[in-house]
């Protein structure tokens, strides 16, 4: 038995922590079976040289009986700031009484004192006022700072402890320092930041030396998430968030071998630049580099920068007022009116310094362009295959001068144009100047990144080739941990898609999207998404990182918020199921990893929550309150937002009994359980029928019953029958929205309808993850619809369109966990359950079942494999369990006698045990080790073979409806000008007289109209728009009930077409309301007609329809 891939604190040898008492893991492995460990010894030694002597100085733990291997807590001598920490172990197991140590690990501890830093903060002088206009882009110069030092000795280490107000990259004596890109990361700076630290003890040499550093402006003040769009944030501009100037702060120690020590630390002697290459460098909107601007051998000993500024402490620039614009709605109904802008005070503030404890985020993958179009002289078209985040690398040669654009997207329209609608404010376009070097030129944005899959490249010179643009991937680099591939090549490629988005969007964090104005860490995909995101990748201390983000961004009402970190409010704070995260991240981890201490860091925030939420709960049953995403994007009908709440009450509820008994809150868990089982009853009450089914008749509505046990035992499969039946009305196809769709298949597997659960999962129709293959997709759609080779991407707004959102990708976790069978027994996987569920033979009329998996996840523990096929009526399992750990397998058969292993029964292999049978399948304990199993297959051929057919009709947008008996409940009448009145208007809407008749103007690229009605509105209704219109557009109605704000699962679109002029136009209200505002869009905003035509207006009434 060896022992192998030792970290700390999730990490492999990291360097600069702060945790004082840091927690060391590692693995054993062997190639014998039923291998456990028995003990384990730890050495930890203040040098290599001493560890090599088996000496530890700093802690020798001594042999220690146990089997434990994950998260041992240091106990040795107390580490000081700069200690250099050595260690290794030894395992021991009842074969092996004579163990080798292990290969050598290290850490090294940060700065743990704000005392140990002497430098402080530099900036360049910033005189200029807050920028204040949101109708243009504001995009400072990069800088670029340096400072000379000499090293007068020989060296024996030398480290730099590094951040930045902004995003930085350090260079060295004319080398960059480190890969990471985007350092120090996002975090609410008013209140932290993260340190960075690298050893360049090979960097540094002995005389003169020069250390140097670009600082951009980075989530600190460059444009963040959809501020701009909306006009939030500092002045509406969406930027200068947390500041106004970037500011660097370095520390490089140099020690000595002599035992003494110089340090060269950020100060008002440094210098920085005034104008340098990166003229632009926006995380949004891009960068524009100017290589003739190029400072060569700017961090090199003898550069001259007399030409440059002098540095600034940061503090020197002084702060100013400026109004920071929110919607803040009120957090519970009747509490006030939403605040929309205050006078703030910005200025330089030293945020609490802690060391970075995530995944550095590199560039990871080199990616060639597939195919070159070149749309008009000099103007080409790259595609390189594939959707993700990053950049490129540009090769040119051409004149100095020449300025070469570069635009980013993730799809053509059908004439072969870049779509880039929707990008929204995100301008997304990098910028080239030549400095018209002969050997020509090689350029990579340094701070920005983009999502895409195509890129053009204007202005070019000279012929472009495939070698000219190669795509940078970019993205947060968590080992990646699993493998699958099945018998349908259609769900491979889904299980790609999976594992691009996921990477596309690990950015620092967890976010929404790559391309558009967001890349924010929306709560809601992430915790949707984290079952899945662990079972593709080590995502420990990349998601205890954001964690970190979260609890800090609670709001003083002890809700969490819509996105983390929280740089502004749109709306309420609470959202359900989205404000939920905040005790379903930390659960999912500890089930992962074992990792109780997630649950201590995060108990008391979790504690507020639910507060809270027990504060508001009624009759301990959710609430309709709040921001109503809901079960976002669903089809069809909407899940109730207080039927959501109400299960996710429940959800969390049960989570936190769950994880207060793990950590001996034995009162907290009993409170929490408590709290589930009167939800749980008042959920039968309000919501349960006899007969199993729920009277919300959305799939959405039975499956998260389902997933949140809050269904009966005795009634759960007659559930899952009803869900069955509605699939079935629907014409086999999916409803489901963000929240809906994670649970449909593990709901429909576990309640007896697995067939059509892995029915589900092959559909190639709308809607389904096959129907977005089948359009080209690379990466999982933020729509089921998002583009169709029929209507390309006329059928929804362009502005709320992304082509990687990983939120439907949440079918993997099934994947593994269901279809490959690999689950975890427990917390932490050291008990393990192989269950494959292969689906009946001929169970599927429009694809081949699936008949064989091959599937492999990387656990903390080791790797888990199984690979399964159908061969005849015999069904074969391979299975590998890592050492130190048991499984339960079980095996799709009745006949216990056929089960052979190796060839061989297994009556005599003392190794393995029946242990039981359930339901078709035969339980085995089995200890560690690769085992090939066989057996007679009890998975009968399907009595039914599934197939679609047409889905119920769930437009919301009917061509006619028989108004004759229908009641006006109110009509506006837009030649009045009272009526007009009751109306919040927006830019491009006037009122005219043409032809006699007074009617509402709307034009341009964000007309838009609301009214709050006097009293709400009930029943089946109608909205019915009169209007001319001289050129093809959009039109949209939003609606909301009271309390609540516009939601896009409440909304119609139509498409009007010049051959429908002066007739007027239906938009059928999903749901019986209750309705109490309307919005109407007359040109759906940002759409490719958004600049064009223009509508008369006559009216807009609503009816309610006769039942």
């Given at each position: 038995?060896?022992?192998?891939?030792?970290?700390?604190?999730?990490?492999?040898?990291?360097?600069?922590?702060?945790?004082?008492?840091?927690?060391?893991?590692?693995?054993?492995?062997?190639?014998?079976?039923?291998?456990?460990?028995?003990?384990?010894?730890?050495?930890?030694?203040?040098?290599?040289?001493?560890?090599?002597?088996?000496?530890?100085?700093?802690?020798?733990?001594?042999?220690?009986?146990?089997?434990?291997?994950?998260?041992?807590?240091?106990?040795?001598?107390?580490?000081?700031?700069?200690?250099?920490?050595?260690?290794?172990?030894?395992?021991?197991?009842?074969?092996?009484?004579?163990?080798?140590?292990?290969?050598?690990?290290?850490?090294?501890?940060g700065l743990l004192d704000e005392a140990d830093w002497t430098a402080d903060y530099i900036a360049y002088k910033d005189p200029a006022p807050v920028y204040d206009d949101p109708r243009s882009l504001h995009l400072p110069a990069a800088r670029q700072y340096r400072k000379e030092f000499p090293a007068k000795k020989q060296i024996e280490r030398a480290t730099i402890y590094a951040t930045a107000l902004g995003i930085y990259e350090l260079h060295l004596n004319g080398e960059r320092v480190g890969d990471a890109m985007f350092a120090p990361g996002w975090t609410d700076y008013r209140q932290r930041a993260y340190y960075n630290t690298y050893d360049v003890t090979e960097m540094v040499q002995e005389g003169?030396?020069?250390?140097?550093?670009?600082?951009?402006?980075?989530?600190?003040?460059?444009?963040?998430?959809?501020?701009?769009?909306?006009?939030?944030?500092?002045?509406?501009?969406?930027?200068?968030?947390?500041?106004?100037?970037?500011?660097?702060?370095?520390?490089?120690?140099?020690?000595?071998?002599?035992?003494?020590?110089?340090?060269?630390?950020?100060?008002?002697?440094?210098?920085?630049?005034?104008?340098?290459?990166?003229?632009?460098?926006?995380?949004?909107?891009?960068?524009?580099?100017?290589?003739?601007?190029?400072?060569?051998?700017?961090?090199?000993?003898?550069?001259?920068?007399?030409?440059?500024?002098?540095?600034?402490?940061?503090?020197?620039?002084?702060?100013?007022?400026?109004?920071?614009?929110?919607?803040?709605?009120?957090?519970?109904?009747?509490?006030?009116?939403?605040?929309?802008?205050?006078?703030?005070?910005?200025?330089?503030?030293?945020?609490?310094?802690?060391?970075?404890?995530?995944?550095?985020?590199?560039?990871?993958?080199?990616?060639?362009?597939?195919?070159?179009?070149?749309?008009?002289?000099?103007?080409?078209?790259?595609?390189?295959?594939?959707?993700?985040?990053?950049?490129?690398?540009?090769?040119?040669?051409?004149?100095?001068?020449?300025?070469?654009?570069?635009?980013?997207?993730?799809?053509?329209?059908?004439?072969?144009?870049?779509?880039?609608?929707?990008?929204?404010?995100?301008?997304?376009?990098?910028?080239?100047?030549?400095?018209?070097?002969?050997?020509?030129?090689?350029?990579?944005?340094?701070?920005?990144?983009?999502?895409?899959?195509?890129?053009?490249?204007?202005?070019?010179?000279?012929?472009?080739?495939?070698?000219?643009?190669?795509?940078?991937?970019?993205?947060?680099?968590?080992?990646?941990?699993?493998?699958?591939?099945?018998?349908?090549?259609?769900?491979?490629?889904?299980?790609?898609?999976?594992?691009?988005?996921?990477?596309?969007?690990?950015?620092?964090?967890?976010?929404?999207?790559?391309?558009?104005?967001?890349?924010?860490?929306?709560?809601?995909?992430?915790?949707?998404?984290?079952?899945?995101?662990?079972?593709?990748?080590?995502?420990?201390?990349?998601?205890?990182?954001?964690?970190?983000?979260?609890?800090?961004?609670?709001?003083?009402?002890?809700?969490?918020?819509?996105?983390?970190?929280?740089?502004?409010?749109?709306?309420?704070?609470?959202?359900?199921?989205?404000?939920?995260?905040?005790?379903?991240?930390?659960?999912?981890?500890?089930?992962?990893?074992?990792?109780?201490?997630?649950?201590?860091?995060?108990?008391?925030?979790?504690?507020?929550?639910?507060?809270?939420?027990?504060?508001?709960?009624?009759?301990?049953?959710?609430?309709?309150?709040?921001?109503?995403?809901?079960?976002?994007?669903?089809?069809?009908?909407?899940?109730?937002?207080?039927?959501?709440?109400?299960?996710?009450?429940?959800?969390?509820?049960?989570?936190?009994?769950?994880?207060?008994?793990?950590?001996?809150?034995?009162?907290?868990?009993?409170?929490?359980?408590?709290?589930?089982?009167?939800?749980?009853?008042?959920?039968?009450?309000?919501?349960?029928?006899?007969?199993?089914?729920?009277?919300?008749?959305?799939?959405?509505?039975?499956?998260?019953?389902?997933?949140?046990?809050?269904?009966?035992?005795?009634?759960?499969?007659?559930?899952?029958?009803?869900?069955?039946?509605?699939?079935?009305?629907?014409?086999?196809?999916?409803?489901?929205?963000?929240?809906?769709?994670?649970?449909?298949?593990?709901?429909?597997?576990?309640?007896?309808?697995?067939?059509?659960?892995?029915?589900?999962?092959?559909?190639?129709?709308?809607?389904?993850?096959?129907?977005?293959?089948?359009?080209?997709?690379?990466?999982?759609?933020?729509?089921?619809?998002?583009?169709?080779?029929?209507?390309?991407?006329?059928?929804?707004?362009?502005?709320?369109?992304?082509?990687?959102?990983?939120?439907?990708?949440?079918?993997?976790?099934?994947?593994?966990?269901?279809?490959?069978?690999?689950?975890?027994?427990?917390?932490?996987?050291?008990?393990?359950?192989?269950?494959?569920?292969?689906?009946?033979?001929?169970?599927?009329?429009?694809?081949?079942?699936?008949?064989?998996?091959?599937?492999?996840?990387?656990?903390?523990?080791?790797?888990?494999?199984?690979?399964?096929?159908?061969?005849?009526?015999?069904?074969?399992?391979?299975?590998?369990?890592?050492?130190?750990?048991?499984?339960?397998?079980?095996?799709?058969?009745?006949?216990?006698?056929?089960?052979?292993?190796?060839?061989?029964?297994?009556?005599?292999?003392?190794?393995?045990?029946?242990?039981?049978?359930?339901?078709?399948?035969?339980?085995?304990?089995?200890?560690?080790?690769?085992?090939?199993?066989?057996?007679?297959?009890?998975?009968?051929?399907?009595?039914?073979?599934?197939?679609?057919?047409?889905?119920?009709?769930?437009?919301?947008?009917?061509?006619?409806?028989?108004?004759?008996?229908?009641?006006?409940?109110?009509?506006?009448?837009?030649?009045?000008?009272?009526?007009?009145?009751?109306?919040?208007?927006?830019?491009?809407?006037?009122?005219?007289?043409?032809?006699?008749?007074?009617?509402?103007?709307?034009?341009?690229?964000?007309?838009?109209?609301?009214?709050?009605?006097?009293?709400?509105?009930?029943?089946?209704?109608?909205?019915?728009?009169?209007?001319?219109?001289?050129?093809?557009?959009?039109?949209?109605?939003?609606?909301?009930?009271?309390?609540?704000?516009?939601?896009?699962?409440?909304?119609?679109?139509?498409?009007?077409?010049?051959?429908?002029?002066?007739?007027?136009?239906?938009?059928?209200?999903?749901?019986?309301?209750?309705?109490?505002?309307?919005?109407?869009?007359?040109?759906?905003?940002?759409?490719?007609?958004?600049?064009?035509?223009?509508?008369?207006?006559?009216?807009?009434?609503?009816?309610?329809?006769?039942?």
């Amino acid at each position: 038995m060896t022992t192998s891939q030792l970290r700390c604190e999730y990490l492999q040898n990291p360097e600069g922590i702060d945790i004082q008492k840091p927690r060391l893991s590692w693995r054993v492995e062997s190639d014998q079976r039923g291998q456990m460990q028995t003990a384990y010894r730890l050495l930890v030694a203040s040098s290599a040289e001493k560890l090599a002597s088996d000496v530890g100085d700093l802690w020798d733990s001594g042999r220690v009986d146990s089997d434990q291997t994950l998260f041992v807590t240091y106990a040795g001598r107390p580490l000081e700031s700069r200690s250099q920490c050595f260690w290794k172990v030894k395992t021991w197991s009842a074969d092996d009484q004579n163990p080798s140590w292990s290969e050598p690990a290290s850490w090294s501890m940060g700065l743990l004192d704000e005392a140990d830093w002497t430098a402080d903060y530099i900036a360049y002088k910033d005189p200029a006022p807050v920028y204040d206009d949101p109708r243009s882009l504001h995009l400072p110069a990069a800088r670029q700072y340096r400072k000379e030092f000499p090293a007068k000795k020989q060296i024996e280490r030398a480290t730099i402890y590094a951040t930045a107000l902004g995003i930085y990259e350090l260079h060295l004596n004319g080398e960059r320092v480190g890969d990471a890109m985007f350092a120090p990361g996002w975090t609410d700076y008013r209140q932290r930041a993260y340190y960075n630290t690298y050893d360049v003890t090979e960097m540094v040499q002995e005389g003169d030396n020069a250390i140097g550093a670009w600082v951009a402006e980075g989530w600190y003040s460059g444009y963040v998430g959809f501020g701009l769009l909306t006009g939030i944030g500092t002045e509406k501009t969406g930027r200068s968030t947390y500041g106004k100037t970037p500011a660097l702060m370095a520390q490089l120690e140099i020690q000595y071998t002599d035992g003494t020590r110089d340090t060269i630390g950020t100060d008002d002697t440094w210098k920085v630049s005034a104008d340098g290459p990166i003229q632009e460098a926006d995380l949004l909107m891009g960068e524009a580099y100017d290589a003739r601007k190029e400072f060569k051998g700017w961090a090199t000993p003898g550069f001259n920068d007399s030409d440059w500024q002098q540095a600034i402490f940061a503090k020197d620039n002084g702060s100013f007022k400026a109004d920071f614009y929110q919607f803040r709605n009120p957090e519970k109904p009747g509490q006030g009116v939403p605040k929309r802008g205050a006078e703030e005070e910005f200025g330089f503030v030293r945020p609490k310094l802690e060391s970075f404890p995530g995944v550095p985020v590199r560039v990871t993958e080199d990616i060639s362009a597939k195919k070159i179009t070149e749309r008009e002289p000099g103007t080409y078209i790259f595609d390189l295959g594939q959707n993700f985040a990053g950049v490129i690398r540009l090769k040119v040669k051409g004149p100095a001068g020449q300025r070469i654009q570069i635009r980013y997207a993730e799809m053509l329209h059908p004439d072969g144009r870049m779509m880039t609608e929707n990008l929204r404010k995100a301008r997304a376009t990098d910028f080239y100047t030549c400095s018209g070097d002969a050997n020509g030129e090689v350029y990579e944005p340094r701070f920005t990144f983009h999502g895409f899959q195509f890129v053009e490249v204007s202005n070019f010179p000279g012929e472009a080739t495939l070698d000219t643009v190669t795509g940078l991937v970019v993205h947060s680099d968590t080992p990646m941990t699993s493998t699958f591939e099945c018998s349908d090549p259609m769900v491979n490629q889904l299980y790609s898609n999976v594992l691009w988005t996921q990477r596309s969007n690990f950015l620092d964090l967890p976010t929404d999207c790559p391309q558009r104005d967001e890349r924010m860490g929306w709560t809601g995909d992430a915790q949707a998404y984290v079952a899945t995101a662990a079972y593709n990748a080590d995502i420990g201390a990349f998601y205890t990182k954001w964690l970190r983000e979260l609890m800090e961004s609670q709001r003083p009402s002890g809700v969490f918020p819509g996105y983390a970190p929280y740089p502004f409010q749109h709306g309420w704070d609470f959202g359900t199921a989205w404000a939920d995260a905040g005790v379903i991240c930390p659960w999912t981890l500890w089930q992962v990893y074992g990792d109780t201490e997630v649950i201590d860091t995060c108990w008391e925030p979790m504690t507020k929550f639910m507060q809270w939420r027990e504060q508001t709960s009624i009759d301990d049953l959710g609430i309709s309150h709040g921001n109503p995403w809901g079960d976002w994007l669903a089809q069809g009908a909407e899940t109730p937002l207080d039927y959501v709440d109400t299960v996710y009450l429940a959800i969390s509820a049960k989570m936190m009994s769950e994880m207060a008994a793990a950590t001996g809150r034995d009162q907290e868990a009993a409170k929490y359980q408590d709290q589930f089982d009167r939800t749980k009853a008042a959920f039968a009450e309000k919501y349960l029928r006899p007969d199993g089914s729920v009277n919300i008749n959305t799939q959405t509505a039975q499956a998260l019953a389902l997933q949140a046990d809050l269904i009966p035992e005795e009634l759960r499969d007659a559930t899952g029958q009803h869900l069955a039946k509605m699939l079935a009305e629907n014409g086999n196809h999916m409803a489901t929205g963000f929240l809906g769709t994670r649970p449909l298949l593990p709901v429909l597997s576990a309640s007896g309808q697995h067939d059509l659960a892995t029915f589900l999962l092959q559909s190639r129709e709308f809607p389904s993850w096959g129907y977005e293959i089948r359009n080209g997709a690379t990466t999982i759609w933020e729509r089921w619809d998002s583009y169709t080779k029929e209507d390309a991407f006329g059928r929804h707004n362009a502005a709320m369109n992304s082509f990687s959102h990983y939120a439907f990708g949440a079918v993997c976790e099934w994947m593994f966990r269901t279809l490959a069978g690999i689950q975890s027994d427990g917390p932490g996987y050291k008990k393990i359950i192989i269950r494959p569920t292969p689906p009946a033979p001929g169970s599927n009329s429009m694809h081949d079942p699936i008949d064989w998996v091959r599937a492999s996840y990387d656990s903390i523990r080791g790797t888990i494999r199984s690979d399964w096929k159908l061969v005849g009526d015999r069904f074969h399992l391979t299975v590998t369990i890592p050492a130190n750990t048991t499984a339960t397998v079980y095996l799709p058969t009745q006949d216990a006698s056929s089960i052979t292993e190796g060839g061989n029964g297994i009556d005599d292999n003392s190794l393995i045990q029946i242990v039981g049978k359930e339901g078709d399948y035969t339980a085995l304990a089995v200890p560690s080790g690769t085992y090939e199993f066989v057996c007679n297959s009890g998975i009968e051929p399907a009595s039914v073979s599934l197939k679609t057919s047409k889905p119920k009709d769930n437009s919301v947008n009917p061509d006619s409806i028989d108004l004759a008996d229908a009641k006006k409940v109110v009509t506006w009448d837009f030649s009045s000008p009272t009526d007009l009145q009751k109306w919040n208007e927006r830019e491009d809407l006037e009122v005219v007289v043409r032809d006699g008749k007074t009617v509402l103007i709307a034009a341009g690229s964000d007309s838009q109209i609301a009214t709050t009605l006097s009293e709400s509105v009930s029943g089946k209704l109608v909205i019915e728009l009169r209007a001319v219109f001289d050129k093809g557009v959009t039109s949209q109605f939003f609606w909301a009930p009271p309390n609540q704000g516009f939601s896009e699962g409440r909304q119609s679109i139509r498409r009007l077409k010049s051959s429908e002029q002066m007739r007027s136009y239906l938009y059928l209200i999903k749901g019986d309301g209750p309705v109490q505002k309307i919005r109407f869009d007359p040109f759906q905003t940002y759409d490719e007609y958004a600049d064009k035509g223009e509508m008369e207006i006559e009216s807009i009434s609503i009816y309610q329809l006769a039942e």
